[in-house]
């Protein structure tokens, strides 16, 4: 079974830091792998995807994310945090055929200090 | 604006009560979901379709019923509603079955259970 572990469930950084996020999956396959971001009072949205094309993805509103297979890891970064990034992320896995529905990690809530 | 409809936005319930949350959408996605989320845990998938007609169980499906007679609505029943159901219920829905893409979420619905 196919599960994602994000470590750390509240980052806090100031205004104009880098965010780094992390994501470590397990999967038997090669996984697709997902973040999202949640605003507060809102549904998710997707922030990028990686589906086994080129290792690092770049997404919506400045953030990028690197698959490393031997770390099993898939963490999220951008270079200088704004104020309007304060919101949950959750990473998701999935597997190579993408025949099973997603499965999230608990979330890392994100806060950004001026 | 297309995109999915959840109603209620938020609901108090008496346990022991019977509550359907309705979820349409109007993308014509095959696939549909339903999650939950609860503070610490994440989202956690209910139930799953992956085409009209046909439903699957996710990792919390105890307490929880659905149906998919057409491609546009997959509402959630909950048969007798437990203090423990109190959550909030979030419906996607994908292009396709294959998860190779993006997830649509809707608002969701707030429920508590008294």
């Known amino acids: 079974a196919q599960s994602v572990t994000q470590l750390g469930s509240h980052v806090s950084v100031s205004e104009g830091a880098l965010v780094l996020l992390r994501c470590n999956y397990s999967s038997s396959v090669p996984p697709y792998l997902f973040w999202y971001v949640q605003y507060p009072n809102q549904g998710l949205q997707l922030l990028l995807k990686?589906?086994?094309?080129?290792?690092l993805v770049k997404g919506i509103n400045g953030f990028e994310a690197e698959f490393k297979k031997s770390e099993t890891s898939f963490h999220l970064t951008k270079p200088s945090a704004h104020m309007s990034d304060a919101a949950e992320y959750f990473c998701a896995v999935s597997g190579p055929s993408g025949n099973t529905p997603l499965v999230f990690g608990k979330g890392t809530r994100l806060s950004v200090i001026a | 604006i297309a995109g999915i409809t959840q109603a209620p936005t938020s609901q108090i319930l008496a346990a022991g009560r019977r509550m359907t949350l309705r979820c349409t959408q109007d993308?014509?996605?095959?696939?549909m979901y339903w999650y939950r989320q609860d503070l610490g845990l994440g989202l956690r998938l209910i139930h799953y379709?992956?085409?009209?007609?046909?439903?699957g169980k996710g990792e919390v499906p105890d307490g929880y019923s659905v149906s998919r007679a057409n491609t546009d609505d997959f509402p959630l029943t909950l048969a007798s509603a437990v203090p423990s159901q109190t959550s909030v219920y979030f419906c996607?829905?994908?292009?396709?079955?294959?998860?190779?893409?993006?997830?649509?979420f809707g608002e969701g619905s707030r429920l508590t259970v008294l």
């Open positions: 990686y589906t086994s094309a080129a290792t």
């Open positions: 379709s992956n085409t009209a007609g046909t439903t």
């Open positions: 996607a829905s994908g292009r396709d079955s294959w998860n190779t893409g993006e997830l649509f």
């Open positions: 993308m014509r996605h095959n696939a």
